[in-house]
């Protein structure tokens, strides 16, 4: 037992064992690596990328202003101001909605919690910027990425009396996101 | 007068001719090393510069040409301006007396010449030991002169290795030296003519195969490369001793730490693997087409010396520095000794083969 691990140690066996798994794996050349920008790994179905707002198919927003994002957001990402519609005091919309998305987990929490599902996450991810102010996005920008990764908008549906706020709970398990 | 200007304009177009070698394929190697490892790790290396990345020594060298030239403050101006200098010079220098063909005179105008080998001194392996320990001032003083602790620790780290080292390339080497009976690297060469069981790691009264392999262990650390690249330990010491420089100096330690490489490389193929003598007679080819026949050997052994650089490289983890000691001083060592005494025995009992 002793002379054969003498034996080993003379003739470097380990090393040359070590050697031989590195020549197998060049002669058996197979990238496991991608070329990242030219070729891109299929992202999985559910993947949460940057935040959007939606808009119905009419163009108008679905946001209502309930503020219920910004409460759940763990890391207080989200800002809303919210205000009655103008000339319709039953609705209300948000005035102004920011988000600072440097600080944002990408949870899905917001999306989660939003009654009308005017929260949705995109599938993009290169959001690398040189100043990190352009991380802090305001209303219009935030549906002028839902416009862009969600063309195909979400048919506003009429049922409730036009007097009262419309939470479409339901519209929770339609499933209109195609990318 | 006629005679010096031939003579000097022949010498100085050989010397550039090996310059130019040598750098071009200190270039292909920055590239071909990254590729091989990548290859090794499953990886692609470099991908973006041309195709396949071909291109990346030209924009690395682009790179480092315009980089800003930092001199820390504190640091040794001169000493820090001259050591990329030292550490360079000793490395292009030693491939003066390495024969990369067949040893032919060629008259030019009434002046012999050597085509493939710039000088046959007769001490040149001494030669190429003696450069090479200069060559570790460059990085001892580098290393000292950059008033850095890492720099520091990497510049003594690489002294007490280089010394422990050279040592034993020193006594690995004088099997070789017995059994030739000369110092002069084209007289090694020539002793190993006629077959692969000539050259010295086969060769009859006492196969140099020990020998070497304290040779190429040493030479690995005395090139500063992994597994023994404790000067440069990235993950102890940023890049050891050549930390605080950029640009163009540190292009020169760069090229410098290659150029050992194929140094090296060279020594190793002209002491125990024939040097330009072909494996099997017949392979060598006559008339006067045979010095192509002898650069190809010499190129294709040292490309084979290269890839295992690169090999040892992708395979082995770093050693720990009381390991590294004790590996040189009280492993290798003595087997250098011991090859030498019974190379020295066998040489005395088979006088003359």
Redesign the interface.
């Known amino acids: 037992m002793k002379i054969k691990e003498w034996l080993k140690t003379l003739t470097f066996y380990e090393i040359l064992l070590g050697m031989k798994i590195t020549m197998s794996h060049l002669l058996r050349y197979k990238p496991i690596t991608i070329q990242y920008p030219h070729e891109k790994k299929p992202l999985p179905q559910n993947y949460r990328g940057m935040l959007a707002l939606l808009k119905y198919d009419d163009e108008t927003e679905k946001c209502v202003g309930c503020d219920l994002c910004e409460a759940i957001c763990p890391s207080r990402v989200i800002r809303v101001v919210s205000s009655e519609v103008p000339g319709e005091p039953t609705k209300r919309y948000s005035k102004e909605y920011y988000m600072d998305m440097t600080r944002c987990l990408f949870c899905g929490l917001c999306v989660q919690a939003c009654p009308v599902d005017a929260l949705g996450m995109t599938r993009e991810f290169e959001w690398a910027v040189y100043d990190k102010r352009n991380l802090q996005l305001d209303k219009q920008q935030l549906l002028a990425i839902g416009d862009r990764a969600f063309p195909v908008r979400e048919k506003r549906i009429e049922f409730q009396h036009p007097n009262v706020a419309h939470f479409n709970v339901a519209f929770q398990s339609i499933p209109q996101k195609e990318s | 007068m006629l005679d010096f200007g031939v003579r000097f304009a022949l010498t100085v177009s050989q010397i550039g001719v090996v310059m130019v070698a040598v750098l071009l394929t200190v270039a292909a190697l920055t590239l071909l090393e990254r590729k ?1 490892l ?7 290396g470099p ?1 973006e510069v041309g195709p396949y990345g071909i291109l990346q020594p030209v924009a690395d060298g682009l790179k480092l040409f315009f980089k800003e030239d930092i001199i820390p403050a504190g640091a040794n101006r001169v000493m820090f301006m001259m050591a990329p200098v030292l550490s360079l010079v000793p490395a292009l220098i030693g491939f003066a007396v390495i024969p990369f063909g067949p040893n032919w005179t060629v008259e030019i105008f009434d002046v012999e010449f050597k085509p493939f080998i710039i000088s046959d001194i007769n001490i040149g392996i001494l030669y190429i030991l003696a450069f090479t320990s200069i060559g570790a001032y460059g990085i001892i003083l580098g290393g000292w002169s950059s008033n850095s602790k890492y720099s520091l620790l990497g510049g003594l780290r690489a002294a007490a290795q280089l010394i422990s080292y050279e040592l034993n390339v020193g006594l690995s080497i004088v099997g070789v030296l017995l059994l030739t009976g000369s110092l002069s690297m084209v007289a090694i060469t020539e002793a190993q003519a006629g077959g692969f069981w000539n050259w010295y790691f086969f060769a009859f009264p006492f196969p140099q195969a020990i020998a070497f392999g304290v040779f190429i262990i040493s030479a690995v650390a005395e090139t500063n490369r992994v597994p023994f690249d404790l000067p440069e330990a990235e993950s102890e010491l940023v890049a050891g001793f050549f930390t605080e420089y950029s640009g163009m100096r540190f292009a020169f330690f760069f090229l410098a730490e290659y150029a050992n490489m194929i140094l090296v490389s060279c020594v190793a193929t002209v002491l125990f693997f024939g040097g330009w003598q072909a494996p099997f007679t017949f392979l060598q080819g006559t008339g006067s087409f045979m010095w192509v026949s002898g650069i190809f050997w010499f190129a294709f052994k040292v490309s084979a010396f290269l890839f295992f650089f690169f ?2 490289r ?3 983890p770093r050693l720990r520095y009381d390991q590294l000691m004790r590996f040189g001083w009280k492993v290798l060592l003595p087997i250098a000794i011991g090859n030498i005494v019974l190379t020295a025995i066998f040489a005395y009992i088979f006088p003359g083969s």
């Open positions: 091989v990548s290859w090794m790790q499953d990886r692609m991908m090999w040892i992708a395979t082995l």
